[in-house]
């Protein structure tokens, strides 16, 4: 999608490594968003940014961190990842706080083996 | 938990009939959303309604929204074979920081 990237696109791993994946958005946006998605749940939100080094949980927060160094990465780490963390997992962006749509990335399709 | 929840789960339609997808919420909202998912592709923002407004249009899609009875709908006319998607709706709560995406509408608009 234009001017935001996901990397990578897919991933298998296995229980307990740590895994990074990484948002990158050339549109100067002041938001970011991690999201999941999951048969029969939906999109739920992970964590969110409002500004480089601001951060804070959303509803499914449990076994993962992220950092925002720059305006134009968002990086969402899995501390240990487990087989629940199986996923499809979506950065979205926003210019601004309350009346504006999100851009979303093509996701990553995570696998814990 | 989810705010938003459409309805119905899945639509199959032929080319050229008009679509509707409804949604409710729960709790006071700053302004619902639509979005439209392709498979395996991310989410497109469609269309954003404002809690003040009570109908939006773009193109062949119309959404009204009623606060009194916490509930939206997307109305796609004339549908094409591309508009099979899953749908979902979005809301902002008062306040809030977050979007929170209902479990979506599986549409099938068949040639």
């Known amino acids: 999608d234009a001017g935001i990237t996901q990397s990578p696109r897919h991933k298998v791993t296995e229980t307990g490594t740590p895994v990074t994946l990484r948002c990158h958005q050339t549109?100067?946006?002041?938001?970011m968003y991690w999201y999941r998605q999951d048969p029969g749940h939906g999109l739920r939100l992970i964590h969110y940014?409002?500004?480089?080094?601001?951060?804070d949980k959303g509803e499914v927060s449990d076994g993962y961190s992220v950092s925002r160094s720059k305006t134009e990465d968002f990086l969402l780490t899995l501390e240990s990842a487990t087989s629940s963390q199986t996923s499809v997992y979506f950065c979205?962006?926003?210019?601004?706080?309350?009346?504006?749509?999100?851009?979303f990335g093509s996701g990553t399709r995570l696998t814990v083996v | 938990s989810q705010q938003g929840e459409e309805d119905p789960q899945a639509l199959s339609i032929q080319e050229g009939e008009n679509a509707t997808m409804n949604c409710s919420y729960k709790?006071?909202?700053?302004?619902l959303q639509w979005y439209r998912q392709n498979s395996g592709r991310g989410l497109v923002h469609l269309i954003l309604?404002?809690?003040?407004?009570r109908e939006k249009h773009s193109g062949r899609l119309r959404v009204t929204l009623d606060t009194s009875k916490k509930s939206s709908s997307l109305l796609i006319t004339a549908s094409r074979a591309a508009d099979t998607a899953s749908y979902f709706c979005?809301?902002?709560?008062?306040?809030?920081?977050?979007?929170?995406f209902g479990k979506g509408t599986k549409l099938s608009v068949i040639p």
């Open positions: 979205a962006i926003s210019p601004g706080d309350f009346n504006y749509g999100y851009t």
């Open positions: 549109e100067n946006h002041r938001y």
């Open positions: 940014s409002y500004g480089v080094k601001d951060t």
């Open positions: 709790t006071s909202i700053n302004n």
């Open positions: 309604i404002r809690s003040n407004e």
């Open positions: 979005a809301t902002r709560g008062a306040g809030s920081y977050q979007l929170t």
